[in-house]
């Protein structure tokens, strides 16, 4: 069964870049897209963005200026840059496998949090 | 945006209830609707994707239908673990969106 785990700093000050990275383990990470969602304290889920194992990305447009996308397949992983928070920014960061716009497995989650 | 609007909001229901959630979304997006199931403190759970198709290992007490904009999702027997917030979601155009959650309690 496909694992996620995300890992990054869990406090990030305003106007700087956060930095997550996810790492897949358990199966391929060729073949699928792999997505980043957000879900702010009490509040509904939001998609960031994803990225295909060749590169190929789609973000949304809300947050497409600020979301970088990449990928290192040989150490299967990929990472999510969102620059310029606010603490507005404040969540829980997901990661996820994606077919199709389905999110097939999650990882468990990070806080991060926009304080100076 | 798809924007995707779910009724209700929040749930009370008895064990061995059954329960339907109904999720529309702003404009035809075919089957593309996936359900997922949250429990507190965890990262949501696909249960169905393509409106009808339950994902392997869910129990077959959760159902989906529904096509174009109207969907439902139904629980046919509360049962206590089943106790989360459920999240409807369109995959059919970037980005894909979710519902407002509902809140499901045990009465």
């Known amino acids: 069964q496909v694992q996620l785990q995300e890992s990054g700093p869990g406090l990030v000050k305003p106007s700087e870049t956060l930095s997550l990275t996810c790492t897949v383990s358990?199966?391929?990470?060729?073949?699928?897209?792999w997505s980043w969602i957000r879900q702010p304290a009490g509040k509904g889920l939001e998609w960031i963005g994803r990225i295909y194992t060749s590169g190929s990305t789609n973000c949304n447009p809300s947050l497409k200026s600020r979301v970088t996308l990449s990928v290192a397949t040989s150490r299967k992983q990929f990472s999510l840059n969102l620059s310029s928070v606010t603490a507005a920014d404040t969540a829980v960061y997901y990661c996820a496998r994606d077919r199709g716009g389905i999110q097939l497995n999650w990882g468990q989650g990070t806080l991060v949090s926009v304080s100076s | 945006d798809i924007q995707m609007t779910q009724s209700p909001s929040s749930l009370s229901a008895s064990v061995g209830d059954r329960v339907t959630i109904t999720c529309q979304a702003s404009q035809d997006i075919s089957n593309y609707l996936n359900w997922y199931q949250q429990k507190p403190g965890k990262a949501p759970k696909l249960l169905i994707y393509?409106?009808?198709n339950l994902e392997t290992g869910v129990p077959s007490r959760f159902s989906g239908s529904g096509s174009g904009t109207d969907f439902t999702f139904t629980i046919s027997s509360l049962q206590p673990e089943d106790i989360a917030t459920y999240y409807c979601?369109?995959?059919?155009?970037?980005?894909?969106?979710f519902g407002q959650g509902t809140r499901l309690e045990i009465k």
């Open positions: 979601q369109q995959s059919d155009n970037v980005p894909p969106t």
């Open positions: 358990g199966g391929s990470i060729s073949g699928y897209y």
């Open positions: 393509d409106a009808s």
